[in-house]
């Protein structure tokens, strides 16, 4: 069963708000990823946790933090989020760095 | 020079014809190579990976690998218009193990 699970599958918030995405896969894969994805671009790689342990942070405002509580699961934390944060926020995981990345089916988030 | 290009497209195939996509990187020493399909407003969905080079079949996808050409492919037999969507080809960096995206092709079969 090849899944990774995203909550919430859309997400509207001001730019004052603190919300949290979450990510969860069951497959013992050992690196994690979020990208973000405008409109008719591929995919940005934001972050990746490699067994746990944040491995890349591609240069990605403050704003987001994210957070790796266990080898299952994933968060992205949001707070203080610009309009143009609007996007598709993908979680993805693969059974190892370099490996081949399986996706969620995203989080839409609306920044107003 | 794009780390990984591919012709944006419109790709348009009738029905049962053969798709053909294409892909070109510039990291000589990647090793892995990915095509993901992705439908308007979907998260992207692997279809095929191939690691060596010459062909990899999987049903009615076929990649295709050349490292000399630094070029992989995707074919895509009996295209049918549920096919219809974006293809993206990704490339795993061999100094960084980043996954490196193309702009994608976007396919259309018509019936």
Redesign the interface.
């Known amino acids: 069963d090849t899944e990774v699970t995203q909550t919430p599958k859309h997400l509207v918030m001001g730019m004052t708000n603190k919300k949290s995405l979450k990510c969860e896969q069951h497959m013992g894969h050992r690196a994690m990823y979020w990208y973000k994805q405008k409109a008719k671009?591929?995919?940005e790689?934001m972050f990746?946790y490699s067994y746990e342990k944040l491995s890349?942070n591609e240069s990605v405002p403050s704003r987001f933090s994210p957070e790796c509580p266990n080898s299952s699961l994933l968060n992205l934390h949001l707070h203080a989020l610009q309009p143009e944060d609007s996007a598709?926020y993908?979680c993805a995981s693969s059974p190892h760095?370099?490996?081949?990345?399986?996706?969620?089916?995203?989080s839409r988030l609306t920044v107003l | 020079q794009k780390e990984v290009e591919q012709n944006s497209g419109p790709l348009s195939v009738p029905e049962g014809a053969i798709a053909s996509l294409n892909c070109t990187y510039s990291d000589r020493g990647s090793q892995?190579f990915?095509w993901?399909r992705q439908y308007s407003g979907?998260?992207?969905?692997?279809i095929m990976?191939i690691y060596s080079n010459g062909d990899k079949e999987d049903g009615r996808f076929t990649a295709q690998l050349n490292k000399a050409s630094q070029y992989v492919s995707l074919l895509i037999r009996d295209s049918q218009p549920s096919d219809s969507a974006t293809y993206?080809c990704?490339v795993?960096k061999s100094n960084?193990?980043?996954?490196i995206?193309?702009?994608?092709t976007t396919l259309q079969v018509k019936p």
């Open positions: 671009k591929p995919p790689l990746v890349i598709l993908l760095w370099g490996g081949e990345l399986f996706f969620g089916e995203g | 892995s990915f993901y979907k998260s992207p969905e692997l990976f993206l990704a795993i960084t193990g980043k996954l995206f193309g702009q994608g």
